[in-house]
């Protein structure tokens, strides 16, 4: 399954990044409308919707005027209590990387709040070390993470690149006993192809 990830600058000031991907007769597309204030993310809508055989839809709505996030699953809303930590499924990676980008000590490691259909989930982002990974780009020198969560069973991981404004590169995702993992092949800064050096290698 090829996965696109993108992150644009709206006419309104917002940002929106957008998850999709598709394989046969199934596929997903999400995304995230949020504001960014001095390094802060204001998440403020996300859209989840599966396709083709994958047919649901969830959705978030912050409301920053009364801590509250509207959250849509499974044919109902669900109220639930926003904090300024708090953030969608996707946007909280862009928080963590506008923090690295300010200079967050990453072995300090990340704690952050989830909104997720019903509840809200508590995450510790833990600093792994520093790894080179193989990629279609070539040898890419990253910082890892991985999320520690209520559940044992799930484990998950993602690398990013300090070199390019640390842009994930690569990600997993351990379930039930299932691996998901997705690693970069073709990547773009403010429109320009991003591509490995002699330096960088």
């Not at 696109?4 to 598709?22: I, M």
């Not at 967050?104 to 952050?112: E, L, R, S, T, Y």
Request: glycine share 6%; proline share 3%.
């Amino acid at each position: 399954m090829d996965l696109e990830r993108s992150l644009k600058l709206t006419e309104k000031g917002d940002y929106l990044l957008t998850n999709q991907a598709k394989i046969l007769l199934a596929g997903f597309i999400e995304t995230s409308v949020f504001e960014q204030h001095d390094g802060t993310i204001q998440a403020k809508r996300y859209v989840y919707r599966g396709t083709g055989l994958i047919s649901q839809k969830r959705e978030l709505v912050f409301d920053p005027e009364l801590s509250s996030i509207k959250s849509y699953d499974k044919g109902a809303w669900h109220e639930l209590d926003l904090t300024p930590m708090t953030y969608d499924r996707v946007s909280q990676l862009e928080q963590l990387r506008l923090s690295l980008i300010q200079g967050a000590d990453p072995k300090m490691g990340f704690a952050v709040e989830i909104a997720d259909r019903k509840k809200i989930k508590h995450y510790k982002l833990d600093f792994v070390g520093e790894e080179v990974i193989e990629t279609d780009l070539g040898p890419i020198p990253t910082i890892r993470f991985q999320r520690g969560a209520e559940d044992d069973e799930r484990e998950s991981n993602i690398w990013l690149a300090p070199a390019w404004d640390f842009l994930m590169v690569k990600t997993t995702h351990v379930e039930d006993g299932t691996l998901i993992a997705a690693t970069v092949s073709k990547a773009y800064l403010d429109g320009q192809a991003l591509s490995i050096t002699p330096e960088e290698e």
